[in-house]
């Protein structure tokens, strides 16, 4: 995969990330907001290995 492939892939997941902890924190069931939170906190962690955090790894 293509240095923008996997920037955009790993942008992807943070945005999916940042929706689940959004549906986290609207949800009144708290066993079903931990289960959104640690699904956004893998995804995050999974985001920064594949694409660098805010594409931190490419070049300027």
Request: hydrophobic share 25%; no cysteine; proline share 3%.
């Amino acid at each position: 995969m293509s240095v923008a492939g996997e920037t955009g892939r790993a942008q992807q997941m943070r945005e999916k990330a940042r929706h689940m902890t959004e549906a986290a924190e609207r949800t009144s069931d708290p066993e079903q907001r931990r289960r959104l939170e640690e699904k956004a906190r893998k995804l995050r962690e999974q985001s920064e290995q594949q694409g660098g955090r805010n594409g931190s790894d490419l070049p300027l």
